[in-house]
Nanobody, 126 residues
Framework: QLQLVESGGGLVQPGGSLRLSCAASGFTLDYYVVGWFRQAPGKEREGVSCISSSGGSTNYADSVKGRFTISRDNVKNTVFLQMNSLKPEDTAVYYC???????????????????WGQGTQVTVSS
């Protein structure tokens, strides 16, 4: 069964950090562009960050630049999202997606991906 599983979400105070993981099972992420997306209540899903299959190209939403870092470990078949200096407006369900036939910018701009995880909740609150 091909699937992506996110983990690492939780409740954190403003200014805190979390690291999200997106692990693939049933297929290897080596050749896939992977992206992180989020959806807050009452809002549309938005692209947060995307990374190329090699890790050499990345894309970030303006709202997270300088605070979030996407990375991947193809040996572990996992993509990470390090989130620092978290703000209440970062509160959302975070999803990861993977697609072999796309680019970093296309995936983040369109929000389209072949495989999706079930999401992990991130809540930033004091």
């Amino acid at each position: 069964q091909l699937q992506l599983v996110e983990s690492g979400g939780g409740l954190v105070q403003p200014g805190g950090s979390l690291r999200l993981s997106c692990a693939a099972s049933g297929f290897t992420l080596d050749y896939y562009v992977v992206g992180w997306f989020r959806q807050a209540p009452g809002k549309e899903r938005e692209g947060v960050s995307c990374i190329s299959s090699s890790g050499g190209s990345t894309n970030y939403a303006d709202s997270v630049k300088g605070r979030f870092t996407i990375s991947r470990d193809n040996v572990k078949n996992t993509v990470f999202l390090q989130m620092n200096s978290l703000k209440p407006e970062d509160t959302a369900v975070y999803y990861c997606a993977a697609d072999r036939w796309t680019t970093v910018h296309t995936m983040c701009d369109t929000g389209k991906g072949r495989y999706w995880g079930q999401g992990t909740q991130v809540t930033v609150s004091s």
